[in-house]
Each structure stands twice: as C-alpha cells, then as structure tokens.
C-alpha cells in the first residue's frame, strides 16, 4: 500500500513542482551511479522541500529521507512521514535519552545501504538561509563508517549536491540543483583512524559544497558581501561566476531582473484578486503558523497543494449551486491556466 501510494504521489508532487516554481534545474544527474547505493549529501535551505525536490526528480532512485524526529508526532502524520521514506533521527535537543536511539537507525541504514539501497541526509545538520556552507557533522560519517565496518564489500557512494534558490522563501521562485562527482567511501578509508577518516571525509564533501552552491566565506562580512552581490541582481542560479568573483577573480556574474515594474505590480494585484479567499487564507497561515522563515516555502508549497484545487472545486460548487450557465465554467481552467502563467512569466 505504502509503495503504491509512494508512486501515486511522486508525480504530484512533481506536477506540483512545476506549477509553483518559475524554474527547476536539475544538473549533473548523470553523475549519480546507477547500480551502487548512494548517499546524498545536500546543503540545507528550505526544509521539506530540498528532500522533496531530489525525491521527485531523481531517475530510478527511492531514496530513504533522516529527518528531525521532532516531526514525527504518532498517529497518521508518523505513518505519512514513513510512506515518504523518511527515518527518524534523533538530536540531542530532542532529550539526552533519545540518542541511544540512533544505534537502531545506524544499523537500519547500513542494512538499507548494503542492500543496494540510498538514502538522502543534510551532513550540515540544520536549515539556513543564508547563501554560505555551514560546518558538516560527523553524522554523516558515522553511518557511512558503520556500514562499511558491518558490511565491507559494499560499493558505497557519495554525492555531494548543492541547492540554489533565487530567493529560497520569496514566490514565485527558480531552483537549480547540481550533482556533484560521486566519491567512493571506501578510498577515505585509506586516511587511518576512524577520526582521521571522518575528517577527511567531511573536508571533502565540504570542499564540493562550496563550488556546488554560492559559498560566502566566514571570513567575510556576511551582510556586507551580501548587499555587495545582490546590488548586481544576480543569478544566484549559477553559483560558479559568484564564487569567482567571491575568490577575488575580474569575472562578471549573470544577472536576473526581479521585475518590479508597474506592469508586474499589477499581475501581482490580478493574481490576489483572482484567488482572493486561498490568498487571505495564506496570508492568516503565514503570519500565525509559520514559526520560521526557512520553513515559509515548504507551507506555501503545501498550502497551494491542496488549497487551490480545493479553490477551484468550491467555485465549481458554486456554480452548480446558483445555476450558472456553461460557459462559466471555463472560468475555472482560464484561472488555473492564469496561476501557472503568473508563476512561470511573472
């Protein structure tokens, strides 16, 4: 049931995808090996959905999502999260006496890897915003390491994927996500101990990170770097030029136009006038239930999941309710076809 339901929703949340983002980029695909177990090893921005963009445009991979165990909460919700693959994992936020919990999840992993399996964690351990490679956990490592100990003969790989969004918590937004080379775990094994090991292994899927994603370094003034690139409206979607010029290289970065002008503005005003009751509805959900901002996109994308075709069923109602005539109902694929315009010209 839950595999079949697995396949069923992929392809929405696809489609999805395609009616929320103006643009979605998935580069270097073919880099992911195709008969290994592989782990995917992403930076983290905008919470459920960097998981759920490689889950719905990955070719022929299933992968297996550790997620804050913060989420799980029992009942249907616990039973959805573990239909979409994810795992539970458990921080030391989450209690000093949940962490033994984790040797069960190790030993889950290793036995999902060395059956061929993949699975799909953040090794930077939390969300941010912020245009910058955060320092990785040894967590990552630790799985990878047991798993290897457990079962030695597994072919294991490592991909490094970097996302970028052109404003990760704005809308209508464009996201482009790089596949990095893929680095058998076994070569890192040759470093020594097992710290030495984990060091190594760390410093070079964080090496990877910082050319697969915009990395503003440490050493800068963040805010002040920030305001630097962005007065040359970048194209955060093409984080190489960026990095040049970050690195102190003449180069000049793509640019893409925010289109703020009049025209624009009153695109926006036909949009919300059009979608009046989904949009104040959201703007209710944003401004009371969205608790931080990393998490204003995955709402929002949930929201017009299930809000807007809802939307159109009630006029649909309501048009048979008040006896409109046929042609009124055209209204209804004239404003779907407007929403998917707005977000992919807006």
Same mark, same amino acid.
Request: charged share 25%.
């Given at each position: ?5 697995y396949?069923? !929703? ?9 009616? =929320? ?5 998935m ?16 930076? #983290? #921005? ?16 299933? %992968? ?16 959805? @999260? ?17 962490? #033994? ?20 964690l @953040? /090794? ?7 245009? &910058? ?32 969004? &052109?404003?990760?918590?704005?809308? %209508?937004d ?9 680095? %058998? ?6 470093a020594?101990?097992? &710290? ?14 910082? +050319?697969?994603?915009?990395?503003? /370094?440490?050493?800068?003034? =963040? ?5 630097? !690139? ?5 194209? *955060? ?18 640019? #893409? ?9 009153i695109?926006?005003?036909? @949009?919300r006038?059009l979608?009046?009751?989904? *949009?104040?509805? *959201?703007?209710?959900?944003a401004?009371?239930?969205? *608790?931080?901002?990393?998490f ?11 809000a807007?075709?809802?939307y ?14 046929? +042609?009124? =109902? ?14 992919? @010209?807006?």
């Amino acid at each position: 049931m839950k595999k079949l339901l697995y396949s069923v !929703l992929k392809p929405l949340i696809r489609a999805g995808f395609f009616c =929320y983002y103006r643009e979605v980029r998935m580069i270097g695909m073919e880099r992911v090996p195709r008969d290994r177990p592989v782990v995917f090893l992403p930076n #983290h #921005h905008n919470a459920l959905l960097d998981p759920l963009l490689i889950a719905a445009y990955i070719r022929g991979r299933r %992968p297996y999502f550790l997620t804050r165990s913060d989420v799980f909460q029992g009942g249907l919700l616990e039973w959805f @999260f573990d239909m979409l693959r994810m795992i539970p994992i458990y921080r030391l936020r989450d209690g000093r006496d949940t962490l #033994h919990r984790n040797e069960e999840i190790f030993e889950r992993c290793a036995d999902l890897l060395a059956a061929n399996g993949d699975l799909l964690l @953040f /090794p930077e351990a939390n969300h941010n915003l912020k245009r &910058q490679v955060r320092p990785l956990s040894k967590g990552f490592t630790r799985i990878v390491l047991h798993t290897l100990k457990k079962y030695p003969d597994t072919d294991l790989h490592l991909v490094p994927v970097g996302f970028n969004y &052109q404003r990760a918590a704005g809308f %209508p937004d464009r996201v482009a996500c790089y596949f990095g080379e893929a680095l %058998p775990a076994e070569a890192f094994l040759k470093a020594g101990d097992e &710290q030495r090991v984990s060091r190594e292994m760390k410093s070079a899927v964080s090496s990877r990170l910082k +050319q697969l994603t915009t990395h503003i /370094p440490p050493e800068c003034d =963040y805010e002040a770097t920030l305001r630097e !690139l962005e007065a040359d409206s970048p194209d *955060w979607l093409l984080p190489g030029p960026i990095n040049d010029r970050l690195s102190g290289h003449a180069v000049e970065i793509p640019t #893409h136009s925010n289109r703020e002008d009049g025209v624009h503005k009153i695109w926006d005003f036909l @949009f919300r006038a059009l979608n009046l009751p989904a *949009w104040l509805l *959201w703007r209710w959900i944003a401004a009371n239930k969205v *608790w931080e901002p990393e998490f204003m996109s995955t709402f929002r994308y949930l929201f017009a999941l299930l809000a807007f075709p809802l939307y159109l069923g009630l006029l649909a109602a309501t048009f048979a309710l008040t006896g409109a005539p046929p +042609q009124a =109902y055209w209204c209804l694929p004239g404003l779907f076809l407007f929403n998917v315009l707005y977000v992919k @010209f807006r």
